[in-house]
């Protein structure tokens, strides 16, 4: 299989409210260096792919206002590459609208479909696992997504139940589990058959689009009117005028939950959504007494079990803090216990 036949989609269009003040409506977090090593989230999944395809086979799907962010932080990209959605219709119409199109000029495409704002710590095994799950993919009529094993009864992320057919490391998926509470969290890590689900996918473009013709017939028949105006001057009108027509609905709801031939492929390269400052203060390095510091000069005086970033020219000192999340972003401050992190976006309303 040559890899000039493998695509790589990077959805870019989400707002990260939770990560509220560091990420916001004009800058979320995929463009953000969060991690404190250089380099945006967004180029680093880029990065992480430079092994899979070449540069013109990476596509990044965003939001219209985003288009600026996204040429300057990936020079490199062709700029025929960045796709612009008018609106936010989830993830389903983003997955038709580059499937329909990559079809069109790469009919042999074999697709990996990733988020902009995820965090691998062990890209060698992420690389051998996405090449070992493009051969599966090219080789058959196989939905793939990645299932991360879990380390802990995280109640932040969907689930997969994985079944006992299996092909090679690759097994079949039983049924996709929503968001659980933590005792059943708790059962999912005890029975051992039940991976995260990390909303990385891998299919070919016919296996994409056999199965939006299958499933989500209204939505294929959209991008077919289209189909004489992709790459050409007149795809962006096209696109404005008829993406908002798509019903809001996620890859998962509109085909996920449908299709037969699915499979998932158990892995473990340190991976996280980095939804949530909880989930960075535990990527971070911490201190004996468990805090995080990424950004400025930050002093902490008997602090236990906190995250602070601030920009890089702040200065600042805390005292007596316990499980508490401090931020700061141009001049916005957010201090809240850690234990509230999934009210943030509440929080933020109005400010």
């Not at 800058?27 to 680093?44: H, N």
């Not at 959605?85 to 790469?106: D, F, G, H, L, S």
């Not at 007596?320 to 509440?346: D, H, P, S």
């Amino acid at each position: 299989m040559s890899m000039n036949n493998n695509h790589v989609v990077i959805m870019a269009g989400g707002i990260g409210s939770r990560f509220w003040p560091m990420s916001t409506p004009e800058k979320p977090k995929q463009f953000i260096d969060i991690l404190g090593t250089g380099k945006t989230l967004l180029q680093s999944t880029v990065d992480r792919f430079r092994n899979v395809c070449p540069m013109q086979n990476i596509w990044v799907v965003t939001a219209l206002k985003f288009k600026s962010l996204v040429e300057e932080q990936l020079p490199e990209l062709p700029r025929s590459n960045i796709l612009l959605e008018p609106c936010m219709r989830n993830t389903a119409p983003c997955v038709a609208y580059v499937a329909w199109k990559i079809k069109k000029k790469y009919p042999e495409a074999n697709l990996v479909i990733s988020a902009s704002d995820h965090v691998v710590t062990d890209v060698f095994e992420f690389d051998r696992v996405i090449h070992a799950g493009l051969d599966f993919t090219a080789s058959g009529d196989h939905i793939l997504t990645l299932g991360m094993r879990p380390t802990r009864p995280e109640t932040g992320y969907g689930y997969i139940q994985v079944g006992a057919e299996q092909a090679g490391e690759i097994q079949k998926v039983v049924s996709f589990k929503e968001k659980p509470d933590l005792e059943t969290a708790k059962t999912y890590l005890e029975s051992r058959n039940f991976t995260w689900n990390s909303g990385i996918f891998l299919w070919s473009v016919r296996t994409i689009e056999k199965a939006f013709r299958t499933y989500q017939p209204k939505m294929a028949e959209l991008f077919d009117s289209m189909e004489a105006v992709y790459y050409t001057s007149e795809e962006q009108r096209a696109i404005d005028d008829k993406f908002p027509c798509c019903e809001k609905i996620s890859i998962d709801y509109a085909i996920m939950e449908h299709a037969p031939n699915i499979y998932v492929f158990p892995a473990d390269f340190g991976w996280s959504d980095l939804g949530t400052w909880g989930s960075l203060h535990e990527l971070s390095r911490k201190d004996e007494q468990n805090n995080a510091v990424i950004g400025g000069q930050v002093k902490l005086v008997e602090c236990d079990d906190c995250i602070v970033r601030i920009g890089a020219d702040r200065k600042m000192v805390v005292q007596g803090l316990e499980g508490y999340i401090v931020a700061e972003q141009g001049g916005v401050f957010l201090i809240c216990k850690k234990t509230e992190e999934q009210r943030i976006k509440e929080f933020s309303e109005g400010m």
